[in-house]
């Protein structure tokens, strides 16, 4: 079954290309774009995992796209039908919490197709 996942980065070892070769393509999205793809994707009952585990991102996202995800440290691994929203800081800072805002995040899809 797809899921709908949100990830901080791309991890390319997620994705089994030693099996089989894969294209990986990713869009640049805005957050009004976001918003519509999330609400049908959860009425459609695709489940929503989290794999970002800075708190302050996980919170904004749950305030913007009206979800109840919880930061997660877990390791994503690719699931055939994915449906990928990679959650960029514009700029990060390493090993520091800082506030986020919505100007503050870029969202991108990253759609796989099987070669």
Same mark, same amino acid.
């Given at each position: 079954? %797809?899921? #709908?996942?949100? #990830?901080?980065? /791309?991890? /390319?070892?997620?994705?089994?290309?030693?099996?089989? &070769?894969?294209?990986?393509?990713?869009?640049?999205?805005? /957050?009004?774009? @976001?918003?519509?793809? @999330?609400?049908?994707?959860?009425?459609?009952?695709?489940?929503?995992?989290?794999?970002?585990?800075?708190?302050?991102?996980?919170? #904004?996202?749950?305030?913007?796209? &009206?979800?109840?995800?919880?930061?997660?440290?877990?390791?994503? !691994?690719?699931? =055939?039908? =994915?449906?990928?929203? @990679?959650?960029? /800081?514009?700029?990060? #800072? !390493?090993?520091? $919490?800082? =506030?986020?805002? %919505?100007? =503050?995040?870029?969202?991108?899809?990253? $759609?796989?197709? $099987? $070669?």
């Amino acid at each position: 079954m %797809p899921r #709908l996942v949100f #990830l901080n980065a /791309l991890p /390319l070892n997620a994705f089994p290309i030693d099996e089989y &070769g894969l294209k990986i393509g990713i869009v640049k999205v805005s /957050l009004y774009s @976001v918003k519509p793809l @999330v609400k049908d994707w959860a009425r459609a009952g695709v489940p929503i995992e989290c794999y970002i585990r800075h708190r302050a991102t996980v919170e #904004l996202l749950n305030k913007l796209l &009206g979800l109840d995800m919880k930061p997660s440290d877990g390791l994503y !691994r690719y699931s =055939d039908g =994915d449906k990928i929203i @990679v959650v960029t /800081l514009k700029k990060p #800072l !390493r090993g520091q $919490e800082v =506030d986020v805002k %919505p100007q =503050d995040i870029v969202f991108y899809i990253a $759609e796989v197709e $099987e $070669e």
